[in-house]
């Protein structure tokens, strides 16, 4: 495994931003890892970078623990943060040589590097302008690139794409979808579209805690409750409906409409009783379990 988190506890005080949570990415993997403001996203992502210690627990990387060995873990790891610092009145050009020498590349490789990130990134046309000039997507990609400089095998990637526009948005999504070919990538993101269209696999992160790890094609599939969207045409008793077998609640969203969530696909026995009892329905179809969905459910706190 490329990265690994065993048992990872980062305290302030008497809070627990991050509660013995473990998990693993290997290579070739994009795993989404997903929570709400306050889950303890940025916290593991910060510890496995080595800008923060935990309190207990651990992060490897390519092997490297991020005490023992933190200098090992950072020539092994790059990194994006969410606020993306950089430095406004350094040419992109520039300012990437700046940083493959602080990752110890020299002369002809150094040159060769920042040649092959700015074809990469996307960033010829752009490579001799001042990094305060370029648009928000366009700095995205040149955080992106300072994070390839050096090759490492892990990208640790907070909220790439906020505050993009959707055209840019794509542009970032397509670049780390190539870079990510020979590498293993942890990305954060509050907007759910790019994690179904970038990740293999979910993690979700609520109050510190794991509460789902799943890979993304068998997470909703892995669902048990099946929700029916039903509208009458006009106010029905609910109580027959709750006595079919399967059902296991009903949410009433008007006098008329209502949505039943079963174990099982019951449009049929419900279609049965409405002919019994004189329901008209107006309509009836089965929900589709989103990734929403799914997020909802996992991180509603009590």
């Not at 009458?232 to 109580?239: G, N, V």
Request: with cysteine; charged share 25%.
């Amino acid at each position: 495994m490329s990265l690994i988190v065993k048992d990872l506890t980062k305290q302030y005080g008497e809070q627990l931003a991050v509660n013995h949570i473990s998990f693993e990415a290997k290579k070739g993997q994009i795993v989404g890892f997903l929570g709400p403001n306050g889950a303890g996203k940025s916290t593991t992502m910060k510890i496995a970078t080595c800008y923060l210690t935990p309190t207990s627990g651990t992060v490897e990387v390519c092997g490297y623990d991020v005490l023992a060995s933190p200098l090992e873990v950072r020539k092994n790891v790059g990194y994006l943060p969410e606020h993306n610092p950089l430095y406004l009145d350094m040419y992109v050009h520039e300012y990437l040589h700046f940083i493959g020498s602080l990752h110890l590349l020299k002369g002809t490789q150094n040159e060769k590097r920042v040649k092959e990130v700015v074809e990469l990134c996307g960033l010829e046309r752009e490579q001799r302008k001042k990094i305060g000039a370029l648009s928000k997507g366009y700095r995205q990609r040149v955080g992106l690139a300072q994070a390839l400089i050096h090759e490492p095998p892990v990208l640790i990637l907070d909220e790439p794409t906020s505050a993009l526009d959707p055209n840019q948005i794509v542009e970032v999504r397509n670049v780390i979808k190539q870079i990510s070919r020979e590498r293993t990538v942890l990305f954060s993101s509050h907007i759910l579209q790019e994690v179904k269209a970038l990740c293999d696999r979910v993690v979700i992160i609520n109050l510190g805690k794991i509460v789902k790890d799943s890979p993304l094609d068998e997470l909703q599939g892995n669902e048990k409750e099946i929700k029916i969207m039903i509208e009458f045409a006009e106010k029905i008793e609910t109580d027959m409906l709750k006595s079919l077998p399967s059902v296991i609640h009903i949410h009433q969203i008007s006098d008329s409409k209502i949505i039943v969530s079963s174990s099982q696909d019951i449009r049929s026995e419900i279609s049965k009783l409405a002919l019994e009892k004189g329901w008209l329905i107006v309509g009836m179809s089965k929900e589709e379990i989103s990734l929403e969905n799914i997020f909802q459910d996992v991180t509603q706190s009590e």
